[in-house]
């Protein structure tokens, strides 16, 4: 199955800054998304400042609740109409050639989320986010790349995740036998 593209990395990668399990923040502060912009070669400029800070993690939370954590359960709407509010902040700019790129003016933090929001757009509009999926297992959540055939993976991983969700079933079941 092929890699996934550089935008559903960089979007797998934003996404589980959130870590549900764990209960931890990667982007809890604004000198958190700073450093985190940093280390994936994204534009920064400084300290982002507290309504940026804020943008950025609606729309982190608005791509979780659009992955969903089963096929057909519909999105959050109250975090993907804040994640759509959030990208009225970062205006994007068509180029000659067709090409989408952050606004000009924008500054290095702006355009840093303006090219998360437009991997994310990319994703949606290639039909590739298809690919990207949240865990099934509940103590998890971790966004992944589904590389199965017919895109039905549940699971990040099926050695960890996914064995205990079939342990579990398994395990019920044989409760539930008589004797």
């Known amino acids: 199955m ?3 593209p550089r935008a559903a990395e960089l ?4 996404a589980n800054t959130l870590d549900i399990h764990a209960g931890t923040d990667t982007l809890s502060t604004p000198e958190a998304l700073a450093e985190w ?14 309504a940026l800070h804020e943008a950025a993690v609606a729309l982190r939370a608005g791509i979780r609740a659009h992955l969903g954590t089963h096929v ?9 109409a804040a994640a759509d509010d ?3 902040r970062f205006p994007v700019h068509i180029t000659a050639h067709g090409t989408p790129v952050p606004a000009p003016g924008l500054t290095g933090t702006d355009s840093g989320i303006t090219e998360l929001a437009l ?10 986010a298809a690919r990207l999926k949240r865990c099934a297992e509940h103590t998890c959540h971790e966004v992944f790349w589904d590389t199965s055939k017919n895109r039905s993976k549940r699971w990040c991983s099926m050695q960890g995740c996914g064995n205990r969700a079939k342990a579990r079933t398994y395990a019920a079941r044989r409760a539930a036998e008589p004797g």
């Not at 979007?11 to 934003?14: E, H, I, M, P, R």
């Not at 991997?119 to 590739?128: E, I, K, R, V, Y």
Request: no cysteine; charged share 20%; aromatic share 4%.
């Open 119 to 128: 991997a994310w757009s990319t994703l949606t509009t290639t039909g590739d």
């Open 11 to 14: 979007v797998a990668d934003f």
């Open 86 to 88: 959030a990208l009225t």
């Open 72 to 80: 057909g359960d519909p999105p959050d709407p109250a975090a993907t």
């Open 37 to 50: 912009l940093r280390t994936h070669d994204l534009p920064t400029a400084g300290t982002p400042d507290a």
């Open 2 to 4: 092929r890699a996934p």
